[in-house]
């Protein structure tokens, strides 16, 4: 009985990657998601201007706008606006779709510690004196 082995067998090279590989499936939606929340986010920006512009909800920022002067300027007034909303509203559809995703998976995931697992011991720890 060796005194610092154990009686596990080591796990090949092959086990190993196996278990670090993620799904195709997940590469394949992380992917549509790459391509499908800046186009929701453009589109919700498009609709978000439109609209303020026809109902008036809050007043549109003029040092946004472009001129004929401008670097980015090619005859839309409101690029610069529409970037910036592009973007912030990327951002915040990727947060709603991590937290939905982060409780779909609080709900159905497996649980951490399985039957035949000892719960983690909680004490207290001490730092020795030197």
């Given at each position: ?10 796990p ?76 912030s ?42």
């Open positions: 009985m060796p005194k610092y082995g154990s009686y596990q067998r080591e090949t090279r092959d086990e190993r990657e196996s278990r670090r590989k993620i799904h195709p499936i997940w590469r394949g939606v992380g992917f549509a998601m790459m391509i499908i929340i800046p186009i929701m986010a453009y589109a919700t920006t498009i609709l978000l201007i439109t609209q303020n512009q026809a109902k008036g909800w809050f007043p549109m920022p003029v040092d946004l706008a472009a001129g004929p002067g401008d670097f980015l300027y090619n005859g839309d007034p409101w690029l610069y606006l529409k970037i910036i909303l592009t973007v509203l990327a951002l915040l559809f990727f947060a709603i779709f991590n937290l939905f995703t982060f409780v779909i998976n609080s709900l159905f995931a497996p649980p951490r510690y399985g039957p035949y697992d000892v719960p983690p011991i909680k004490a207290k720890v001490r730092k020795r004196a030197r």
